[in-house]
């Protein structure tokens, strides 16, 4: 047990199995010498193998399994427990340049069944990417906690997790477009019916005026017409009889 954890009652203190895995190290720029990783947790410390730059990556697979005891707080968020993992550069086996150093709170991992994610190193002139693998198990004491949320910062996210995060988006883009399309489907109903309704009413008001138009006239005028038909008749008569050949004088 850590010596910060001594003054803390047991009830608040969770125990976890943690299984470290330092996978590779890559766009390292093909120098000489040799690449290793030492590594602390709490009370345990350890060196990974010392490996040369081969296609500007550094294979390690360095696996590593410890125990550790992390308190809860009064908040019931759990305390950090922080990994240090510094790399280092060992050229003609007496000088040892840092090239790197990385810190992760694996209390932010406590929830997660395992991890395997690229880190971008600290303190680095290299632009150098190490793969870190996490797994966490509890195995005592309460479960009754909260995590702090993951610090992204260091985190490089890999081609295929944007990939997945694009197809998600899409799909969900994709789904909102055909619920709003099925949404809007019942108004152009509506708005087909109320045009036909219109254009029902139209065609029947259309058929109204042509009948209105059709209507038969009233001969009632006519009839008032008439005793001036008769009297441009007599009138007619009168010319004629005037101009007649036979009443012109010889």
Same mark, same amino acid.
């Given at each position: 047990?850590?010596?910060?954890?001594?003054?803390?009652?047991?009830?608040?203190?969770?125990?976890?199995?943690?299984?470290?895995?330092?996978?590779?190290?890559?766009?390292?720029?093909?120098?000489?010498?040799?690449?290793?990783?030492?590594?602390?947790?709490?009370?345990?410390?350890?060196?990974?193998?010392?490996?040369?730059?081969?296609?500007?990556?550094?294979?390690?697979?360095?696996?590593?399994?410890?125990?550790?005891?992390?308190?809860?707080?009064?908040?019931?968020?759990?305390?950090?427990?922080?990994?240090?993992?510094?790399?280092?550069?060992?050229?003609?086996?007496?000088?040892?340049?840092?090239?790197?150093?990385?810190?992760?709170?694996?209390?932010?991992?406590?929830?997660?069944?395992?991890?395997?994610?690229?880190?971008?190193?600290?303190?680095?002139?290299?632009?150098?990417?190490?793969?870190?693998?996490?797994?966490?198990?509890?195995?005592?004491?309460?479960?009754?906690?909260?995590?702090?949320?993951?610090?992204?910062?260091?985190?490089? !996210?890999?081609?295929?997790?944007?990939?997945?995060?694009?197809? *998600? %988006?899409?799909? #969900? +883009?994709? $789904?909102?477009?055909?619920? /709003?399309?099925?949404?809007?489907?019942?108004?152009?109903?509506?708005?087909?019916?109320?045009?036909?309704?219109?254009?029902?009413?139209?065609?029947?008001?259309?058929? !109204?005026?042509?009948?209105?138009?059709?209507?038969?006239?009233? *001969? %009632?005028?006519? #009839? +008032?017409? $008439?005793?001036?038909?008769? /009297?441009?008749?007599?009138?007619?008569?009168?010319?004629?009889?005037?101009?007649?050949?036979?009443?012109?004088?010889?």
């Amino acid at each position: 047990m850590a010596i910060q954890n001594l003054f803390v009652p047991r009830a608040r203190i969770a125990s976890f199995d943690v299984v470290l895995r330092l996978e590779d190290l890559n766009n390292v720029p093909p120098l000489n010498g040799l690449f290793y990783a030492k590594w602390k947790c709490q009370t345990h410390n350890g060196t990974s193998s010392r490996v040369p730059v081969v296609n500007c990556e550094v294979l390690w697979s360095h696996a590593v399994r410890v125990s550790v005891d992390i308190p809860i707080g009064k908040d019931g968020m759990l305390a950090p427990c922080e990994l240090r993992i510094a790399i280092r550069q060992e050229v003609y086996s007496h000088m040892r340049m840092k090239v790197g150093a990385l810190t992760v709170n694996l209390s932010e991992y406590a929830r997660l069944s395992g991890s395997s994610r690229r880190y971008f190193l600290q303190e680095c002139k290299l632009n150098c990417t190490l793969k870190l693998s996490i797994s966490i198990t509890q195995t005592d004491g309460p479960d009754n906690f909260a995590v702090p949320p993951l610090d992204r910062s260091m985190v490089l !996210t890999d081609l295929n997790d944007i990939i997945t995060s694009e197809g *998600n %988006t899409r799909a #969900r +883009d994709t $789904a909102s477009v055909g619920n /709003s399309m099925s949404s809007q489907q019942p108004s152009r109903r509506t708005a087909n019916a109320s045009s036909s309704s219109h254009s029902t009413t139209r065609s029947a008001t259309t058929e !109204t005026s042509q009948s209105r138009g059709l209507l038969p006239i009233d *001969n %009632t005028n006519v #009839r +008032d017409l $008439a005793p001036f038909q008769r /009297s441009s008749r007599k009138n007619q008569q009168i010319v004629d009889d005037v101009f007649a050949p036979s009443s012109l004088p010889l």
